[in-house]
């Protein structure tokens, strides 16, 4: 039997070329076969698909590579649910970019795993002056700002918690109640009490009850803030918040897993104002920074606040090794083997540059006021608020909840419009999160018409 061919070594590049084709015929047939943000039918069909597709999982004797790459990928692609389509708009799941992909083909191919210098010399090189640029501009003014790399916003929150622990031993948690659920989640693995939980009345932490609250606590406190809620696109007032933390001798996180890249754009980097005086800082590339999953990061003004994950293992960081000038790069992650994320994101910054990324923003958030302006416009359907990012939520007018949480899924039984949604005054909406910056006002109109089209009378 012939051994299958490597992807890395001088001869990894000719052997992939020929199955990079089959793949990409592959991925448009799949696309091609759907027809749409998503497959039509539910779960059912899908499942029926993927079956017909896949059975038998573990045959007897294999099928070659281009006829499994070509069957497989295509029933992968046909059932997708692809952000690339302007009408995929239900989550901050972002369309990537070409090239950002390209890129991690490269780190695919090559495999380096971030856990010891000696398995990924260039990759860790890269990511220690990628993350400290990146940092740099969360902290222009940090004595020695650093920045880990995550699996995302998840796994940033919770380091940020792990961190607060660490300082102090315990920490009582105070958060708005538009919160992510990760900030509770990680308060609930890691040990810690309960976060305490302060209105927000408007979708933004409320100033009033979180003086209120952080004068009524005695001990550490972490206050986490969001700049960028999932529901509803919102920012907290940060420098307010910032005041209170000092007043009250409390730290701060800010998550700004979403909101985080309006740090490049001149237009708008000033609603991340107050962001350098947290303690860490959430971001994540693979919502407004158009990355595969995952590209996520926590940043802090000092990489001195990063010391209590070191850790040593001695066939991966050994004492002798470290003194001798070796990098250690346990102590940059929970994970021990992690794949370079970095490469994507620097393929990224170096071809599009702080202009360039800035207008993929600008277009975004633009394309949002330009739906909203469509819903306000429209006399059957009533918006919630003007959007801040490129979240708008808007629904049936009149319509009871029961309605709109019909409409969502008949647009997603039919395979024709993916739309989330989200409770916010009380009420059920339609939630538009758009993340595609080749979104046409067409597209948006398309978008409307298919929620009108679908409203029961």
Sequence with gaps: MTIPPLAGGAAGPD????????????????????????????????????????????PEHGHGADESLRTLVRAFARGAADPADPRCAAHLH???????????????????????????????ALEAEVTRALA???????????????????????????????????????CGGQVHHSVT??????????????????????????????????????????????????????????????????????????????????RHRDLLRGLDRARSVT??????????????????????LLAPLAHTADYLNPDDDTEAGIPDLLGRSLRTTRRPDILKIAVTLRALGRSGLADLVDRTLAAAHDLADLVEKHPSLELHARPVLSTVLFRPRGASDDSVAAVRRTLLHQGRAVLGRAR???????????????ATPGDLETLISLVEGSTPR
């Design 185 to 266: 989640r990680a308060a609930w693995l890691l040990g810690l009490p309960e976060p305490v939980s302060v209105p927000a009345p408007d979708g933004t932490t409320d100033l009033g009850g979180l003086d209120d609250a952080l004068a009524r606590l005695h001990g550490p406190v972490l206050v986490t803030a969001t700049a960028g809620t999932t529901d509803t696109g919102r920012i907290d007032p940060l420098p307010g918040i910032a005041d209170l933390c000092e007043r009250h001798g409390a730290e701060l996180h800010i998550d700004a897993a979403y909101g985080g890249p309006l740090l490049l754009s001149p």
């Design 424 to 438: 916010a005054d009380g009420r059920l909406w339609l939630k538009a999160t758009l993340l595609n910056p080749h």
């Design 94 to 124: 972002t369309p990537p970019l070409a090239l950002a992909v390209a890129a991690d083909l490269a780190a695919s191919a090559l495999n380096p795993s971030l856990d010891s210098w000696d398995q990924a010399p260039a990759a860790s």
């Design 283 to 304: 971001l994540d590339l693979h919502k407004l920074g158009w990355q595969p999953v995952a590209a996520g990061l926590l940043a802090v003004p000092d990489g001195a």
């Design 136 to 174: 740099g501009e969360v902290y222009p003014r940090g004595a020695r700002p650093d920045a880990l790399v995550t699996t995302g916003g998840t796994e940033a929150n919770q380091l940020a918690l792990l961190l607060a622990r660490e300082r102090h031993g315990t920490v009582q948690i105070v």
């Design 15 to 58: 052997a992939l070329r020929p199955l990079l084709g089959v793949v990409l015929d592959a991925l448009k047939e799949g696309a091609d076969a759907r027809g749409g943000p998503l497959p039509s039918g539910g779960p059912e069909a899908v499942r029926a698909d993927v079956r017909e597709a896949a059975t038998p999982v573990i």
